[in-house]
């Protein structure tokens, strides 16, 4: 399988209340990787949504490393959603971007068979 058709995952992790300036992307992967991590996720009640265009530039940022400032709008978009959501207002994104947990955490995945929504929620 080529490596453009992959299943494929990132994680971010963001305290908007902490020290850090923006999201670090803490666990990305390929195939069973990939498949372990949304697995995780679930499994720890986050937020689950596909975004393969999300995942595919979090997938060029080293491991433990702060998003650029380029991907600001796009993940502050996803943030946005994740607040709509679990404010009960849960409307769809505006935009194409993905995945998301409680707003320390969020999680992206282009997985075609997994589908978005709040699991163990």
Same mark, same amino acid.
Request: no cysteine.
């Given at each position: 399988?080529?490596?453009?058709? %992959? !299943? ?14 923006? =999201? !670090? ?9 990939? #498949?372990?991590?949304?697995? %995780?996720?679930? #499994? ?7 975004? =393969? ?19 600001? /709008? ?9 607040? !709509? ?6 409307? #769809?994104? #505006? ?5 998301? /947990? ?20």
């Amino acid at each position: 399988m080529s490596r453009k058709h %992959r !299943r494929s995952a990132a994680a971010l992790v963001y305290d908007a209340k902490g020290s850090d300036p923006a =999201p !670090r992307v803490i666990a990305k992967g390929y195939g069973m990787l990939a #498949e372990m991590i949304v697995q %995780r996720a679930k #499994e720890a009640g986050l937020y689950v949504h596909e975004a =393969p265009e999300m995942v595919s530039l979090l997938m060029q940022v080293d491991l433990d490393t702060r998003i650029p400032p380029q991907l600001y /709008q796009a993940v502050a978009e996803l943030l946005a959603w994740l607040h !709509r959501l679990e404010s009960g207002a849960e409307d #769809e994104p #505006e935009s194409g971007v993905a995945a998301a /947990q409680d707003v320390t955490d969020v999680v992206a995945t282009d997985i075609a068979d997994v589908s978005g929504g709040a699991p163990g929620r």
